[in-house]
Structure formats: structure tokens, C-alpha cells
């Protein structure tokens, strides 16, 4: 809900100057991740919806905010074409890319190019809504904070046994030594 309301309120309208038969479209662009970790996916959403009453024309999308110094692509890809989009559509693309170093990443908006018509000759440029700056944890740092740690439990479980198990041991001899054993019939 969160996101569809921040899709509404962040969307920037792409329109024709004046013509009322035209393509108009609303473009996102969102971070799916809840962190973002140096050497693990992160996920980007780009979504489209043509709000206009024609379709629209060799949409274009491409983003160049992820620098290939600081990211690497893994899936999808950050320019891609769609031939047309119809009256009322959506399109959605997803790219997965992983930081690789850690510190603060500026998310820019992606840019999309259109023509509103097919009679029109001058491509409509708009823009994505951009996420903004975001902080990409380090990996170490990550993994302390969100591990099972199950080396440390370990490591606790022995280090406590001797204070548990040596009185154990001796209350478990001196009862043994003046229990009375019955005998059986």
C-alpha cells in the first residue's frame, strides 16, 4: 500500500504539449530490497502506465545511474524497448545488480523517451521517480548483524557446560550414594 501510494504521489506525467489524443505516461522506478549489501542482489523495478488516450509509440527506457565501477549487472538490463504501449497498460521491468563496495549510492531517475502518436516526429523525453540516496551496508557488518551467530551459541553452550555440569556431578554422586535401593519381589 505504501509503495502504491508513493507510486501515485512520486509519478511524473509525461505529456504532450497540446494534444489531447496523445500517449501520457507515468513512470516508477523502486529499490525492492528493504537493505542494500555490498556482493548481494539488489533489486530494481522500473513500472510504466500509459494514462493517455493513445498508445504510445518506441518507448524507450534506459537508466545510467548504477556505474559499472560500483555495480555489477547480473540480470536484465538497464536500456531496454518496447514498440508500443496501449491505452491504459502497464509495463513492468526488473534489473538485479550488486553493489560492490559499500557506502551511499545517489538513485537517480531513469530516463524515458516516447513518441505520443504515431503521426508525431518529436519524442516526448520524462522521468522515472527517483529513490534517492541510499545507504549500501557492508557485508561484514550485515552478516553480524542479521546471522544466526550459531558459532558464538556454540562457543557459549561449551564455555558454560563446566559451571552446569561439574555441580551436577557432584550432587548426582552424593545422591546416588545415599539413595536406598529397593528391592524387587
Same mark, same amino acid.
Given at each position: 500500500? +505504501? ?36 556482493? +548481494? ?25 548504477? %556505474? ?5 549487472? &547480473?540480470? $536484465?538490463?538497464?536500456? &531496454? ?6 491505452? $491504459? ?8 545488480? @550488486? ?16 513518441? %505520443? ?22 557485508? @561484514? ?33 552424593? +545422591?546416588?550414594?545415599?539413595?536406598? @535401593?529397593?528391592? +524387587?519381589?
Amino acid at each position: 500500500m +505504501k509503495s502504491l501510494f508513493l507510486l501515485v504521489v512520486a509519478f511524473v506525467a509525461v505529456r504532450s504539449d497540446n494534444d489531447d489524443n496523445a500517449a501520457r505516461l507515468l513512470a516508477s522506478k523502486s529499490i525492492l530490497n528493504q537493505f542494500i549489501v555490498e556482493g +548481494k542482489e539488489l533489486t530494481v523495478e522500473y513500472s510504466i502506465y500509459n494514462v493517455g488516450s493513445s498508445q504510445a509509440y518506441n518507448v524507450e527506457l534506459s537508466d545510467s545511474s548504477f %556505474p559499472e565501477e560500483d555495480f555489477q549487472r &547480473v540480470s $536484465g538490463s538497464l536500456n &531496454v524497448k518496447w514498440d508500443r504501449l496501449a491505452v $491504459g497498460a502497464n509495463v513492468s521491468h526488473a534489473v538485479i545488480l @550488486k553493489p560492490l563496495r559499500p557506502g551511499y549510492a545517489n538513485f537517480t531517475a531513469a530516463q524515458v523517451k516516447y513518441f %505520443p502518436t504515431e503521426e508525431s516526429q518529436a519524442m516526448q523525453v520524462g522521468y522515472t521517480t527517483a529513490p534517492g540516496e541510499a545507504g549500501i551496508v557492508g557485508l @561484514k557488518d550485515y552478516e553480524r548483524r542479521f546471522s544466526p551467530h550459531i558459532v558464538d551459541w556454540a562457543t557459549f553452550a561449551i564455555m558454560t557446560l563446566p559451571s552446569i555440569g561439574f555441580p551436577f556431578l557432584l550432587w548426582y554422586r552424593s +545422591k546416588s550414594k545415599y539413595d536406598v @535401593k529397593h528391592k +524387587k519381589n
